[in-house]
């Protein structure tokens, strides 16, 4: 596995992708790179592109590559950047790793394989350890339970791959509190050492996956209230766990909205920061839903001004 000297840490945002008004939705990109401005002049630690909260799904490979070179570009070497290069074809995958490692992005997140059936443990670890092998750029773990038909990649493949030098870092998306205490225990000489980086997915969960090892958040809510998010993960690093518990408990009623890209849009919308609609088949929030987050950026600070730092 190809190694960086990039620190992974703090705050990393799965990046929105703008999308124009027009028939086919093409990719913004003034927009894309006022929005990546926008999240490091907050202090964010990392721009995730090509995520699912950027739609890649929806992207053409065409239209990955052109995100890709955006981000690097725009980020010149500020904080790391990383690149989703999920699929559930092994194959895919790696083409999707090597495009990213040629436009310069610091690593991929790999979502564990999904559709095909029957996926066993062996057949998880090896899709990693190929692409690893094969694609010359640090790899990191997705495991999205919500796609996954075998939910959960256990923790002791997580292990494995990370103790074989096989993977760099991982987002680890579960609901599962025992998951994430077990793969950081299963990873904690590797990650003491600076080898494994490991990040948490669902925003509720960094404050105690935080104090129990972990080094971060890869956190949609971000790109709604970067600084906020930054001033929670400095509190844990000064080991000021009021100030944390107290900016936690402030960020729960935005975090209940969920992750979809379509809702993150509106909200980016009410602050000032149009990124354009999500593609389709996703659609607009309700009134109702657009009602309630109103009262919540409001409640925030976040409707004042575009682009204000969050009290």
Same mark, same amino acid.
């Not at 739609?55 to 990383?82: C, H, M, Q, T």
């Given at each position: 596995?190809?190694?960086?000297? @990039?620190?992974?840490?703090?705050?990393?945002?799965?990046?929105?992708?703008?999308f124009k008004n027009t028939e086919d939705q093409e990719i913004d990109k003034e927009k894309l790179r006022e929005q990546i401005r926008f999240l490091l002049e907050n202090g964010v630690h990392g721009i995730f592109i090509c995520s699912g909260t950027g739609e890649y799904?929806?992207?053409?490979?065409?239209?990955?590559?052109?995100? #890709?070179?955006?981000?690097? $570009?725009?980020?010149?070497?500020?904080?790391?950047?990383?690149?989703?290069?999920?699929?559930?074809?092994?194959?895919?995958?790696? @083409?999707? #790793?090597?495009?990213?490692?040629?436009?310069?992005?610091?690593?991929?997140?790999?979502?564990?394989?999904?559709?095909?059936?029957?996926?066993?443990?062996?057949?998880?670890?090896?899709?990693?350890?190929?692409?690893?092998?094969?694609?010359?750029?640090?790899?990191?773990?997705?495991?999205?339970?919500?796609?996954?038909?075998? @939910?959960?990649?256990?923790? !002791?493949?997580?292990?494995?791959?990370?103790?074989?030098?096989?993977?760099?870092?991982?987002?680890?998306?579960? $609901?599962?509190?025992?998951?994430?205490?077990?793969?950081?225990?299963?990873?904690? !000489?590797?990650?003491? /050492?600076?080898?494994?980086?490991?990040?948490?997915?669902?925003?509720?969960?960094?404050?105690?996956?935080y104090l129990l090892g972990g080094k971060g958040n890869i956190a949609t809510a971000a790109n709604i209230a970067p600084k906020l998010h930054v001033q929670l993960y400095e509190a844990l690093e000064r080991r000021n766990i009021e100030e944390a518990k107290r900016i936690?408990?402030?960020?729960?009623?935005?975090?209940?909205?969920?992750?979809?890209?379509?809702?993150?849009? !509106? #909200?980016?919308?009410?602050?000032?920061? $149009?990124?354009?609609?999500?593609?389709?088949?996703?659609?607009?929030?309700?009134?109702?839903?657009?009602?309630? %987050? /109103?009262?919540?950026?409001?409640?925030?600070? %976040?409707?004042? !001004?575009?682009?204000?730092?969050?009290?």
């Amino acid at each position: 596995m190809k190694v960086t000297k @990039k620190e992974f840490k703090g705050i990393l945002v799965p990046i929105v992708t703008p999308f124009k008004n027009t028939e086919d939705q093409e990719i913004d990109k003034e927009k894309l790179r006022e929005q990546i401005r926008f999240l490091l002049e907050n202090g964010v630690h990392g721009i995730f592109i090509c995520s699912g909260t950027g739609e890649y799904a929806s992207y053409s490979e065409s239209e990955f590559e052109e995100a #890709a070179k955006i981000a690097v $570009d725009e980020v010149n070497g500020r904080v790391p950047v990383l690149a989703g290069a999920g699929s559930p074809g092994t194959q895919t995958a790696v @083409k999707l #790793a090597r495009i990213a490692k040629d436009v310069g992005t610091d690593a991929v997140i790999v979502v564990g394989p999904y559709y095909n059936l029957p996926v066993t443990e062996e057949g998880i670890y090896l899709h990693y350890k190929t692409i690893s092998e094969r694609a010359d750029i640090p790899v990191w773990v997705y495991n999205l339970t919500r796609i996954q038909p075998y @939910k959960d990649i256990p923790p !002791e493949i997580i292990g494995r791959l990370a103790n074989d030098g096989l993977i760099a870092g991982i987002k680890n998306s579960t $609901d599962d509190i025992l998951h994430h205490s077990m793969m950081l225990m299963l990873t904690k !000489e590797k990650t003491l /050492r600076g080898e494994f980086h490991p990040m948490v997915g669902p925003e509720r969960f960094f404050l105690p996956f935080y104090l129990l090892g972990g080094k971060g958040n890869i956190a949609t809510a971000a790109n709604i209230a970067p600084k906020l998010h930054v001033q929670l993960y400095e509190a844990l690093e000064r080991r000021n766990i009021e100030e944390a518990k107290r900016i936690h408990f402030r960020l729960v009623p935005l975090w209940r909205f969920g992750a979809s890209p379509a809702l993150v849009k !509106e #909200a980016l919308k009410m602050i000032g920061r $149009d990124c354009g609609p999500a593609r389709l088949p996703l659609l607009p929030p309700s009134e109702n839903t657009k009602r309630k %987050l /109103r009262a919540v950026l409001a409640d925030l600070g %976040l409707l004042k !001004e575009i682009g204000a730092v969050a009290r």
